[in-house]
T-cell receptor, first 116, second 111 residues
Framework: GAVVSQHPSRVICKSGTSVKIECRSL??????MFWYRQFPKKSLMLMAT?????????EQGVEKDKFLINHASLTLSTLTVTSAHPEDSSFYIC????????????FGPGTRLLVL | GQQLNQSPQSMFIQEGEDVSMNCTSS?????WLWYKQDPGEGPVLLIA?????ELTSNGRLTAQFGITRKDSFLNISASIPSDVGIYFC???????????FGTGTRLKVLA
């Protein structure tokens, strides 16, 4: 299967700082990437859809100024949590949708964010 | 956000037993995906289904795309301890790239 990486895997930051998470498709070009948030023992909740070269589409209830998404190339999307607060602590997972072949999405390993 | 109904919510089974879980929706889907997630990791794709009635296997795993296009089933035969984890279904509606995820089935296998 296709490989998607995320960096960093874990991050601890102080309240009020910003944190950037990178998502890369390593062996395929991703026309679309998705960002999810997952709380303990819960399912994945879609935050936004990121298309290369255009603005991200945010799900209802997700603050676009809080969670900045940039999809600069067909292999890289970034999520920046701005002015992070303890309630932003969560497991953030990206996924990538390929350009060719049958419809599917492949997930990165996730980034655990802890805001103190 | 919207989620699919997935059942059962959790299962405790003996090693060697078969497992069945399903996802249901009031909406029609074009694609169904099944994932397994281990603690602290991202979901790993198990099986992808693209056509109503399709039955696809991956080793001991078999999944089916419901004929009504509103449900999907995943079966695991002869479970082993490493099958432990959370299984998620994900459905994609026509005309959208987004997937809606099921609520998850937490599987525990007793050796």
């Amino acid at each position: 299967g296709a490989v998607v990486s995320q960096h960093p895997s874990r991050v601890i930051c102080k309240s009020g700082t910003s944190v950037k998470i990178e998502c890369r498709s390593l062996d395929f070009q991703a026309t679309t990437m998705f960002w999810y948030r997952q709380f303990p023992k819960k399912s994945l909740m879609l935050m936004a859809t990121s298309n290369e070269g255009s603005k991200a589409t945010y799900e209802q209830g997700v603050e676009k100024d809080k969670f900045l998404i940039n999809h600069a190339s067909l292999t890289l999307s970034t999520l920046t949590v701005t002015s992070a607060h303890p309630e932003d602590s969560s497991f953030y997972i990206c996924s990538a949708r390929g350009m060719a072949g049958r419809e599917t999405q492949y997930f990165g390993p996730g980034t655990r964010l802890l805001v103190l | 956000g919207q989620q699919l109904n997935q059942s059962p919510q959790s299962m405790f089974i003996q090693e060697g037993e078969d497992v069945s879980m399903n996802c249901t929706s009031s909406s029609i889907f074009n694609t169904w995906l099944w994932y397994k997630q281990d603690p602290g990791e991202g979901p790993v794709l198990l099986i992808a289904l693209y056509k109503a009635g399709e039955l696809t296997s991956n080793g001991r795993l078999t999944a089916q795309f419901g004929i009504t296009r509103k449900d999907s089933f995943l079966n695991i035969s002869a479970s082993i301890p490493s099958d432990v984890g959370i299984y998620f279904c994900a459905g994609q509606r026509e005309g959208t790239y987004k997937y809606i995820f099921g609520t998850g089935t937490r599987l525990k296998v007793l050796a």
